[in-house]
């Protein structure tokens, strides 16, 4: 099973609004990552948890909240967002890297498409 | 500030091979390079990766200079079905930052 699945598909919420992204993998991967895409642009990276433990933060925004309840699973808790968070966001896995940084190769969810109104 | 260029745009006809390059001249000494494929609205989809010289699967090869400061993906004979986006993905440092950072993107479009 080379599967990540996300959860919801699409999302719609107002700014006062809080709500939850999730993602799922069930690759024995301990390396897991938040991404945010806009519209014809490259992802950016938000966070990597290695080992359930938050590894990278990319100076995100704190209405932005990562969780790592197990290996398996990835939350990201979004609250009072703005119309600019509107984007997609990817969720993805990799096995944890040895001495090769954060390049192992990642498998990839089909992405939350996140709306604020 | 490390950045990761590639061609914004590249066109070609069925049947033809397509070189797409990233530049990544900050590269991080142990880091692959990797090359991901992706479709409107859904996940990148990695295509292949190395570290070094030439790499090759059973859809793409990889070349990388000895200075690891770019690489091509070359595409052999491509079909209407590799209309996509194409990034590179590097790990480079700046200004004494780790970051993972992917390529600004290549949309190929193939026509019949």
């Known amino acids: 099973d080379t599967e990540v699945t996300q959860t919801p598909k699409h999302l719609v919420m107002g700014m006062t609004n809080k709500k939850s992204l999730k993602c799922e993998q069930h690759m024995g991967h301990r390396a897991m990552y938040w991404y945010k895409q806009k519209a014809k642009k490259p992802p950016e990276l938000m966070f990597v948890?290695?080992?359930?433990?938050?590894?990278i933060n990319e100076s995100v925004p704190s209405r932005f909240s990562p969780e790592c309840p197990n290996s398996s699973l990835l939350n990201l808790h979004l609250h009072a967002l703005q119309p600019e968070d509107s984007a997609l966001y990817l969720c993805?896995?990799?096995?944890?890297?040895?001495?090769?940084?954060?390049?192992?190769?990642?498998?990839f969810g089909p992405g939350t498409r996140l709306t604020v109104l | 500030l490390a950045k990761t260029t590639q061609p914004i745009s590249m066109d070609s006809y069925e049947g033809q091979e397509v070189n797409i390059t990233c530049s990544h001249n900050n590269i991080a000494t142990n880091d692959y390079i990797t090359w991901y494929q992706q479709f409107p609205s859904q996940g990148p989809r990695f295509i292949i990766q190395g570290y070094k010289t030439k790499v090759t699967n059973e859809v793409a090869s990889l070349f990388i200079p000895a200075d690891r400061k770019s690489s091509t993906l070359s595409l052999p004979r491509v079909s209407l079905s590799d209309t996509a986006v194409y990034y590179c993905l590097v790990g480079a440092w700046m200004d004494s930052s780790y970051k993972l950072i992917f390529g600004s993107g290549t949309r190929l479009l193939v026509r019949p």
């Open positions: 948890y290695s080992y359930e433990k938050l590894s």
């Open positions: 993805a896995s990799s096995q944890e890297s040895s001495g090769s940084g954060w390049t192992d190769t990642q498998y």
